[in-house]
């Protein structure tokens, strides 16, 4: 076992980010479909604190993680906001039933 | 003063410096004094719009103050010595917030008409209620203009998340509706999704240049040449800006959200979202200009313009067979939005080359015109919709009879959104077919985009002439004439004055200011490339991604 490389990181970072398209484009639950985003989002952290200590920029990378996180929780708040709002009319937050605007 | 003492230390920005942000400042002190107001006072709507003008009107004033400072050319940034710069203030910047202050007045009339409309006419007229309807609308204005006024990354997709999440807010602003619940979800997981992937394009941009500055990043590139995986994170982190501005295949939550989200929140997104979308786009095509070889610009503006005339055909196409007038309006609103990136398409030439300056212009004056004539014809169509409670194309049969001062300025702003003369919108869309055309003397490529243009124009007309149609020739005796307040005949009539001005005798006053204020754009901080070229050497640059343990600091 070699020890843990830049490359160990960015793997990770990939295959998060895999995970989280996926969820994105599979789930039909808007709950689910935060869940993606939010996997993404860790990707980045993830790619972003790992160049930041392999590539010595400083502190930069670990600030914009810090930032990102900060992103994520900002919007899991509104999002999950509106979706109570939209669970108010339909009882449910499958996002094919919102149908009424389409064409 | 010992207590002050560690902070002697620490790098504050000249009072000079502070003047140029005192809009962004503006913004920042009006959103907490509404907060704290409402505490004080009550949730008043009244006090929600008068801060709200008042933060328009400090940021008109701000503007005109920052224009003042900036004239000279040179652009001012808030900068810590040796860093990069964060926030830059240049006159393109300025003449962005000072569009964003306009229009912002302009929602406020639009909306303080509404509001007077619902009390008297008692229809059922959706008020977005409570003073946080401002509190979000100004906490959007004010991620637009830092969109704008940034050369880095990280607060680029800062300042895109500010704009879009009070957005995603004010489309479900009227809780009653279920068309709002319904396009506030699209418009949110749409956003969310393409913020994640804006922010993974970010982390590999960062990882493979060492900075998130993009000056620095151009430098790199023009050095070093550009990655594969740097072609790859670059597009998904254009993936977030394309979402602003409604590119196709990114526009799909535009025809919904501007469909279910109240009247004045869809026209407030028709134009100041794009509007920020836009000149993000122009900030990051304008910084692979000068130095930096054609291998690299020439692929960039081929993308953009492949997606500018997808997005135009495709808006245009899909307007054709809407009912819903708001609908019509949002797709041909996709349109425009493709007119306007074919612009940004135009490579941009060596640092002292003249063709991207009436490039710039022509996307300035057009965002400009294109504000006038959206307005107008979404405040038309709030006025039918709240009267007769429907936006269909069926609410504005007869309206050339039933209120000849609100059909004939819809019919100029139509005719101004297709695009014909003596109108504004035919001398901003011919100036921005001048732009392609001289651009298309290098890169005879462009007069592709200038052929779907034209061909866009003569589609659109089909669009927009069946609702000239539908008020002039369509007529039932039984429908009666509308009652319409006198703040949307003034905002509606203004409008249609204003495109008439400004088409015809006011054309060159246009022209001279847009000049003036796409000057600065195209030059780079000489500063902040030489710091990150420093900073390049000492990281040893953007090659090998794969770094073992052997490299750890």
């Known amino acids: 076992m070699g020890s843990i490389t830049l490359m160990h990181y960015l793997v990770l970072g990939a295959l998060l980010f895999c995970c989280g398209l996926l969820t994105m484009v599979v789930k039909r639950n808007a709950v689910g479909i935060l869940i993606g985003v939010e996997l993404v989002l860790n990707a980045a952290n993830v790619n972003l604190v790992a160049f930041g200590r392999y590539r010595g920029a400083g502190i930069d990378g670990q600030a914009a993680a810090l930032f990102v996180i900060v992103l994520a929780a900002a919007e899991a708040a509104v999002a999950i906001a509106i979706f109570m709002n939209f669970y108010r009319h339909l009882t449910t937050v499958d996002v094919d039933r919102g149908d009424l605007l389409r064409g | 003063m010992t207590m002050f003492a560690p902070l002697a230390g620490i790098w504050m920005p000249s009072p000079q410096d502070l003047r140029l942000f005192g809009a962004e400042l503006s913004l920042v002190a009006a959103i907490v004094a509404l907060l704290v107001l409402s505490m004080l006072f009550g949730r008043s709507e009244r006090l929600g719009a008068g801060v709200a003008l008042a933060a328009a009107v400090a940021v008109i004033f701000f503007c005109r103050d920052a224009a003042g400072l900036v004239d000279t050319g040179a652009r001012a940034a808030l900068t810590p010595p040796g860093a990069a710069s964060m926030l830059v203030a240049d006159r393109f910047t300025v003449f962005f917030k000072l569009l964003l202050a306009l229009f912002l007045a302009t929602i406020i009339w639009l909306w303080m008409t509404g509001a007077a409309a619902g009390r008297t006419g008692g229809e059922v007229r959706p008020v977005p209620a409570g003073p946080e309807f401002f509190v979000l609308l100004l906490t959007s204005m004010l991620g637009m203009s830092l969109m704008v006024a940034t050369p880095n990354l990280l607060v680029m997709m800062i300042a895109v998340e500010t704009a879009s999440l009070p957005s995603y807010m004010l489309a479900a602003s009227d809780r009653r509706s279920r068309a709002g619940a319904e396009a506030a979800l699209k418009y949110v997981l749409f956003g969310a999704t393409t913020a994640a992937v804006m922010a993974y394009g970010l982390s590999l941009l960062f990882g493979l240049f060492g900075t998130l500055d993009l000056p620095a990043i151009a430098a790199a590139v023009s050095v070093k040449g550009m990655p594969a995986l740097g072609w790859i994170a670059m597009a998904a982190f254009l993936v977030g800006v394309a979402f602003k501005i409604s590119a196709v295949p990114l526009h799909f939550w535009c025809p919904d959200v501007f469909e279910g989200a109240p009247v004045e929140v869809a026209t407030w997104l028709s134009v100041a979202s794009k509007a920020a979308g836009l000149g993000l786009l122009l900030r990051i095509v304008a910084a692979f200009g000068g130095d ?31 009912e819903s007038v708001k609908r019509m309006l949002a797709y041909s609103s996709i349109a425009h939005a493709g007119y306007m990136m074919m612009a940004a398409a135009i490579p941009p030439a060596a640092a002292g080359d003249a063709t991207v300056r009436p490039a710039m212009a022509a996307i300035v004056s057009y965002l400009f015109v294109y504000l006038l004539m959206n307005l107008g014809a979404f405040g038309v169509t709030a006025m039918v919709a709240w009267s007769q409670g429907s936006d269909r194309l069926a609410a504005f049969t007869g309206l050339g009879r039933r209120a000849p001062w609100l059909a004939v300025p819809m019919s100029i702003c139509l005719f101004s959104l297709v695009g014909l003369p003596p109108l504004a919108g035919f001398a901003a869309k011919w100036w921005l077919l001048a732009a392609l055309g001289q651009g298309a003397d290098r890169h005879s490529w462009l007069w592709w985009l200038v052929f779907v243009a034209v061909i866009n124009t003569a589609v659109s007309l089909y669009y927009y002439v069946r609702v000239i149609r539908q008020m002039f020739l369509a007529d039932d005796e039984r429908l009666e004439r509308l009652a319409v307040p006198v703040g949307g005949l003034a905002l509606a009539n203004g409008c249609a004055v204003l495109l008439l001005l400004l088409g015809t005798v006011a054309f060159g006053l246009m022209r001279d200011r ?39 600091p």
């Open chain 2, 514 to 552: 847009s000049l003036a204020y796409a000057a600065c754009l195209a030059r780079a901080a000489p500063e902040s490339v030489v710091a990150a070229q420093d900073r390049l050497a000492w990281n040893g640059g953007p090659e090998g991604m794969v770094v073992n343990g052997a490299d750890r």
């Open chain 2, 292 to 322: 930096v070889p054609a291998t690299i610009a020439l692929p960039l503006a081929w993308g953009v313009g492949l997606v500018a005339a997808a997005t135009c055909t495709l808006g245009n196409l899909a307007a054709l067979r809407q």
